[in-house]
């Protein structure tokens, strides 16, 4: 492991999906899930998010897209928290749904617009 990649992925991970969700899923790894909590945090975090290539706004909208068209809504959830975090807008992830919805099909579509208005209204926006 790449300890320096793993603290800068750490620092990324928190900031965009809070320290407390980061925290207690580390804290909740065991012997059979911490390594890939480990690398997952090195690889994405650290060498996914870590460079300054891409702004974390940019990323967050990229990653509503490609979760949105996996269908991986638990995981979309999650991270259209974040994006809301590194300042994607109601209106922004409104585009994005509407995106997924064309490329994707209609019944995701409703799947993220049904997750996007409880993670919105649980923000207040």
């Known amino acids: ?3 320096e990649l793993f603290k ?3 620092e990324k991970r928190k900031a965009t999906l809070g320290k407390d969700y980061v925290e207690k899923n580390l804290e909740q790894a065991d012997d059979f899930t911490l390594p890939f909590q ?3 945090t090195e690889w994405c975090w650290g060498f996914g998010w870590g460079d300054d290539v891409i702004d974390m706004k940019t990323r967050s909208m990229m990653n509503l897209s490609m979760i ?9 959830e999650i991270h259209c928290r974040g994006a809301i975090t590194n300042g994607v807008s109601k209106e922004e992830i409104r585009a994005i749904i509407h995106v997924i919805g064309i490329y ?12 996007a208005k409880r993670v919105l209204e649980e923000k207040n926006l």
């Open 1 to 3: 492991m790449d300890e």
């Open 8 to 10: 800068k992925g750490l």
């Open 38 to 40: 480990k690398a997952m």
């Open 68 to 76: 949105g068209a996996l269908g991986k809504m638990q995981e979309w």
């Open 104 to 115: 994707c099909g209609v019944p995701q579509a409703l799947e993220c617009f049904r997750v």
